[in-house]
């Protein structure tokens, strides 16, 4: 396979400009290769001969240890879940699990984690799984359910607030912000690409209970993840509750197919765009979506909307002084929370039924192979890692 050639074809049609910040960021660690090449992965995954014999379910689709984070719900709670369903799929539910398992021994390379914790950690991963799968009931965690380092996490959302969150992504003229375009988390965008935004919020707000609301005050281009760095994305500074403190921030972001797609062999679901195929699956595997979130069509190209809010946050997992229990604490967390959006969504569009999810759990004779396949993965990545580097030292992405 010529790595080089697939991600430079599958990156063809993105925006020059934050293809390069994806680039540049794939090249400063394997995970963070990882995370910018999941459809490398999946291209490699049936050389690795993954078992296709788990049953079908709602899957991320882009398992890894940096997609799980807070959020607040549509009840107002804030919560810790998988958060980011751009690759979202019905696939074999053990996929998540091999992408899961892989990202945390090419994380671990960092982390200070010897190789025999870590298989030990992958271990615990899918003992602690299955058996979540067993109990047959999805759970959640917000803060009086969470424990260790989310626990910390979310009680130390509750000094967050909206304006400190503007404060960092705009600046104060007058009685009115504005975004702050640095370079960093936003970009100047076109005088086209500002009216088309507008022209699309200004009829989205029609449909809404409170227009006012969602009347535009300022547009950038948005830089934010590693995997979705080039796709159009925007910011979008709106009124909210006035100005200057009560306006809101808005994330509006293209959804293109997912890099399972060519992959499965199981139909999927007709869903009306991209953009609603990622929000309802998002609905259905976390315990309480997300607020505001939206599927649109923007510019012809299906886009998600959401809010970008001050209680989102992930857990710092290259932080000092994280003993191999608060690993081990995580690890059985992050499992509960894939098993538990599994079962959530059980039933949905041909997936499988609650109790071929628990059956699954009981018969754990797929787990050392699945153990095996994810080292290879991993090792292959790590491969792939290797000469992506070598081309981008080379100055092979920036002709």
């Not at 049953?55 to 919560?79: I, Q, T």
């Not at 007058?174 to 022209?199: E, I, M, W």
């Not at 923007?298 to 809010?309: S, T, Y």
Request: charged residues 25%.
């Amino acid at each position: 396979m010529d790595v080089i050639r697939k991600i430079q074809a599958f990156n063809a049609e993105r925006e020059p400009e934050r293809l390069a910040l994806k680039y540049a960021k794939m090249r400063g660690s394997a995970i963070a290769f990882m995370r910018g090449s999941c459809h490398l992965f999946y291209d490699r995954l049936p050389q690795c001969e993954l078992t296709r014999s788990a049953p079908l379910a709602w899957c991320c689709g882009d398992l890894h240890l940096e997609n799980f984070g807070s959020y607040k719900a549509d009840n107002r709670l804030v919560y810790f879940d998988i958060n980011d369903f751009d690759e979202a799929a019905l696939a074999p539910a053990n996929w998540d699990l091999v992408r899961m398992l892989t990202s945390l021994q090419i994380g671990a390379d960092g982390l200070g984690v010897g190789p025999t914790n870590v298989e030990r950690l992958c271990a615990l991963f899918l003992q602690t799984y299955s058996a979540s799968l067993v109990q047959g009931k999805a759970y959640w965690l917000e803060r009086e359910a969470a424990r260790g380092r989310v626990r910390e996490l979310i009680e130390g959302l509750g000094d967050r607030s909206r304006a400190a969150l503007l404060d960092t992504r705009t600046r104060v003229k007058g009685k009115q912000r504005l975004l702050l375009v640095d370079g960093k988390k936003a970009l100047p965008l076109t005088d086209t690409q500002r009216h088309a935004v507008s022209n699309l919020m200004a009829g989205f707000a029609q449909a809404q209970a409170h227009p006012d609301f969602f009347q535009v005050l300022d547009v950038a281009r948005r830089i934010a993840g590693t995997g979705s760095l080039g796709v159009e994305r925007y910011v979008i500074l709106v009124r909210g509750k006035g100005s200057p403190d009560g306006n809101y921030l808005l994330d509006l972001k293209q959804a293109v197919p997912s890099s399972l797609r060519p992959h499965l062999k199981v139909p999927q679901p007709d869903f009306e765009s991209q953009a609603h195929r990622v929000v309802a699956v998002q609905t259905r595997m976390q315990a309480v979506a997300m607020a505001f979130l939206h599927p649109v069509l923007f510019d012809a190209k299906p886009c998600v909307l959401r809010d970008l809010q001050p209680s989102e946050d992930r857990i710092a997992l290259r932080q000092r002084g994280q003993t191999l229990g608060v690993w081990n604490q995580l690890v059985q967390t992050l499992a509960q929370l894939v098993a538990w959006a599994q079962l959530r969504s059980t039933g949905r569009d041909g997936s499988a039924m609650t109790d071929e999810l628990i059956a699954f759990g009981q018969d754990t004779d797929w787990v050392d192979h699945l153990l095996d396949v994810s080292t290879a993965c991993a090792r292959q990545v790590r491969e792939d890692a290797a000469t992506f580097n070598a081309a981008f030292d080379e100055g092979e992405f920036s002709r």
